[in-house]
């Protein structure tokens, strides 16, 4: 092979194992200086993991294609890593049954202030119907805000980029939020956490507790099958306007 490191990086960053690697470093750094400040909601991993992996892929001229093609097998691993969630959930099955009522409760006012709100503000806003359309599912899980936003007729795209800021967002203030709020009970605090940012939310409560981060597990689950019901609804209603 040639000694030239440009042809060397040329070869090297065509290669899927190249990106692969890059992501699992960069977490794993990101995930230790989390580890190194207590687990700070603003040293959130997967925030820092984006745009330290952002600015590689733009200072290397690397398009998303090139960069996907080693980070889906990560991508992959997102649906076993959901469904390990009912490990715990099971573990812990007797607390669960005691808050169902309450649960379910907070999962039908959740939702819907979650789709009324985005929509509500995305129209204050002034922005066009598509964009819309396309914030609406920005509460649930990636997987199913984008499938929900194909049907609708909306830009997944912009779906994707409104959850995983949702995400992010949810595990920042979550913590402070609720402790300034004076919210002791961590099966309230992990329901609310998974209902309003999914996975990265549900992520961040098992940092905090392992019954919040049951409790936010059901919450992402049960809220991914609620908004898939509830957002085609409210866009027949939008669109009728």
């Given amino acids: ?132 359309l396309s914030l609406a599912p920005k509460s649930v899980t990636a997987g199913v805000a984008m499938g929900i936003s194909e049907t609708l007729g909306a830009n997944p795209a912009i779906t994707a980029v409104a959850t995983v800021l949702t995400g992010i967002t949810g595990a920042i203030v979550v913590t402070p939020l609720m402790n300034r709020m004076g919210f002791t009970d961590f099966r309230a605090r992990g329901f609310a956490a998974g209902l309003a940012s999914h996975g990265i939310g549900t992520a961040r409560a098992f940092q905090v507790d392992e019954v919040a981060g049951v409790f936010a597990g059901i919450a992402m689950g049960l809220n991914a099958l609620v908004t898939s019901l509830l957002v085609p609804l409210a866009a027949t209603l939008l669109l009728r306007r």
């Fill in 1 to 132: 092979m040639s000694s030239n490191p440009f042809a060397l990086w040329v070869y090297l960053s065509q290669t899927p194992l190249l990106w692969l690697t890059v992501t699992l470093v960069v977490y794993a750094a990101a995930d230790a200086f989390s580890l190194a400040t207590n687990r700070h909601p603003l040293a959130n991993p997967v925030l820092h993991s984006i745009w330290i992996v952002g600015v590689f892929l733009t200072l290397t001229g690397t398009s998303y294609t090139t960069y996907f093609s080693g980070a889906q097998f990560v991508h992959f691993l997102l649906g076993p890593a959901t469904v390990a969630l009912a490990v715990p959930l099971y573990e812990n099955r007797r607390t669960v049954m005691t808050a169902v009522v309450p649960m379910l409760f907070a999962l039908i006012v959740g939702c819907i202030t979650a789709i009324v709100s985005v929509v509500a503000f995305a129209e204050l806003a002034g922005l066009p119907r598509e964009i819309v």
